[in-house]
């Protein structure tokens, strides 16, 4: 039976009864048989679009939360009551002292969508003292876990408490109150038999920001539509969304990119920059801080576009604005869609050839601007190829499988060390070889 597709990773398959023959408007005879779609197939993309849009929503990459720790428990004014003892004096033991709030990076989480439905976090109060001198158990800590990259920020002061770079890192952001002393404290030689003991006092309290900085080796750059999540989706197993129209994507997708030696890298799609994103326009600024912390940029245009050099320019110029140290970071230039260049394979060889002529003479910096069609995987293993000769060190997919002493070392030597420079390659016959691999590779000038 056949399968009518309704949208990405969703489907429809049609029953049987669904086959009805369509009769003309002047109701004669049945014209053909075909297949009807019917309500169920517009309820079908409805909860399709709506889990998109569910996931899309479910990014967050800042948010402020309440935390406090736990208050400690009072000491008891305990008398000790025993047989034959009536005065056997004090034994009020000590309160339990109040949990502390941690936070935590893990792995397993990508955002910070998870805080939208709870924002205010408490860690368990310490229990009180109790007779014959026992202390009050202590309260158990609160840990709040949040994705690696993200900063704590102390929201009243903007001071920056942490960042959490390693799996695993940890802060303790609001410790618990001490508890209270117990009666048997305060004995002396005036007052034997105390009244009193000490309440706990209460554990700290603070509005924090969390804000997440993606980790990428390499991040995807480019204007809405020039195929970013096609091309993330070719290298790696990301499931990004992909659609003919600008701004598909909506919120940053990773993916993990693999070469033949088993090394692993973190790339980045980051949604479409448009003029004036610096100062919001499109979405602004929302996403321009996750660039900040990739080691290399990758940026993408539309081979088909009327101007790909005034792209280019535009893109960086929009990068400048949000951070001018971005432009000192290494990049690879793609002309991505040759596919859709609808002549003979000479036609788009001499016009990619013309175009990368023209970005070379404008942008003689860029060592590397490649022709690809990702939706065809043309010349994307030289693209692996290239990104891993800029990463000779651990990259941050490596440092994320690490934990405790080795992470931290990884994550120090990722963030002194240099990108290493990759040798230079013909970037007018990047194409013309991945089509022909028997062709030599000419020296470029």
């Not at 009864?17 to 993309?45: I, K, M, N, Y």
């Not at 009180?128 to 929201?155: F, R």
């Not at 996403?287 to 005034?310: C, K």
Request: glycine share 10%; net charge negative.
């Amino acid at each position: 039976m056949a399968e009518l597709s309704v949208g990405r990773n969703c489907s429809w398959t049609p029953f049987a009864h669904a086959h009805t023959r369509l009769r003309s408007q002047d109701g004669g005879a049945p014209r053909s048989r075909a297949w009807t779609t019917g309500s169920r197939v517009g309820s079908r993309v409805a909860k399709c679009s709506y889990r998109e849009n569910k996931a899309n929503m479910s990014f967050v990459d800042e948010i402020e939360v309440a935390v406090r720790g736990g208050h400690g428990g009072p000491g008891s004014a305990h008398f000790r009551r025993e047989k034959y003892r009536p005065k056997a004096g004090v034994d009020g033991g000590d309160g339990g002292r109040g949990g502390d709030v941690i936070i935590e990076a893990k792995t397993a989480l990508q955002s910070l969508g998870h805080f939208k439905n709870k924002s205010v976090f408490a860690a368990q109060d310490g229990e009180p003292g109790d007779a014959n001198n026992c202390s009050g158990a202590a309260g158990n800590h609160l840990t709040i876990y949040v994705p690696p990259g993200t900063e704590i920020i102390d929201a009243d002061t903007d001071e920056v408490l942490s960042d959490l770079l390693t799996v695993d890192a940890r802060l303790t952001v609001a410790r618990g109150g001490k508890g209270g002393l117990g009666n048997t404290h305060f004995v002396n030689s005036v007052n034997q038999a105390p009244t009193y003991a000490q309440p706990g006092l209460p554990g700290d309290e603070r509005r924090i920001t969390l804000r997440l900085k993606l980790m990428a080796d390499a991040g995807l750059v480019g204007l809405p539509n020039a195929g970013k999540s096609t091309l993330i989706a070719a290298v790696s197993d990301s499931k990004s969304r992909i659609a003919d129209y600008p701004f598909t994507t909506l919120v940053p997708h990773l993916g993990v990119v693999e070469n033949t030696d088993f090394r692993r890298l973190l790339i980045a799609d980051i949604p479409g920059i448009i003029e004036g994103a610096h100062k919001g326009a499109g979405l602004g600024l929302s996403f321009l801080r996750h660039i900040e912390r990739v080691r290399a940029i990758v940026y993408v245009l539309d081979i088909q576009s009327m101007d790909p050099v005034e792209d280019l320019r535009l893109l960086q110029s929009e990068l400048a604005s949000y951070s001018a140290e971005l432009l000192n970071r290494p990049y690879i230039v793609l002309l991505n869609k040759m596919d859709t260049i609808g002549y003979d394979e000479t036609f788009a060889q001499a016009t990619a050839t013309e175009i990368i002529q023209r970005l070379k003479s404008n942008k003689p910096d860029a060592a590397h601007i490649l022709a690809v069609s990702a939706r065809e995987n043309r010349n994307l293993d030289q693209l692996i190829s290239i990104l891993f000769q800029y990463f000779p060190g651990p990259t941050f997919a490596e440092s994320l499988l690490l934990k405790g002493k080795e992470a931290a070392t990884a994550t120090e030597e990722i963030s002194t060390h240099t990108l290493g420079s990759s040798p230079q390659e013909e970037a007018e016959g990047a194409f013309i070889n991945a089509q022909n691999p028997e062709s030599p590779q000419t020296d470029r000038p």
